[in-house]
């Protein structure tokens, strides 16, 4: 059975961290670009973060400098370290695979496989 699986999420105060992780199982997940998205309340999913096949990186301006993003082929899993999380980071993470040996990024419809969720809420 062809899954993503997200974990790591819960509640966590302003300036904390989280680590998201994205576990693959029924494809070979060295062959997929990896993003990761989230979405607020009453608003878009939106990209958050991209890792491509050979490891490249991508970052939307309202996490970087605070999110890292990377993989573990081996171990069929990416992972989202979250450091200075701020409430506007509230929202359900979700991670997704597309099958592509180019550049990754936040065309939805492109990818091909979604994970069902995991909730981050940043709140004192």
């Known amino acids: 059975q062809l899954q993503l699986v997200e974990s790591g999420g819960g509640l966590e105060q302003p300036g904390g961290s989280l680590r998201l992780s994205c576990a693959a199982s029924?494809?070979?997940?060295?062959?997929?670009?990896i993003g990761w998205f989230r979405q607020a309340p009453g608003k878009e999913r939106e990209g958050v973060s991209c890792i491509s096949m050979s490891g490249s990186t991508n970052y939307a301006d309202s996490v970087k400098g605070r999110f890292t993003i990377g993989r573990d082929n081996a171990k069929k899993t990416v992972y989202l370290q979250m450091n200075g999380l701020k409430p506007e980071d509230t929202a359900v993470y979700y991670c997704?695979?597309?099958?592509?040996?180019?550049?990754?990024?936040?065309?939805?419809?492109?990818?091909?496989?979604w994970g069902q969720g995991t909730q981050v809420t940043v709140a004192s």
């Open positions: 997704a695979a597309d099958f592509t040996t180019g550049p990754c990024n936040y065309f939805q419809e492109e990818y091909d496989y």
């Open positions: 029924g494809f070979t997940l060295a062959y997929y670009a």
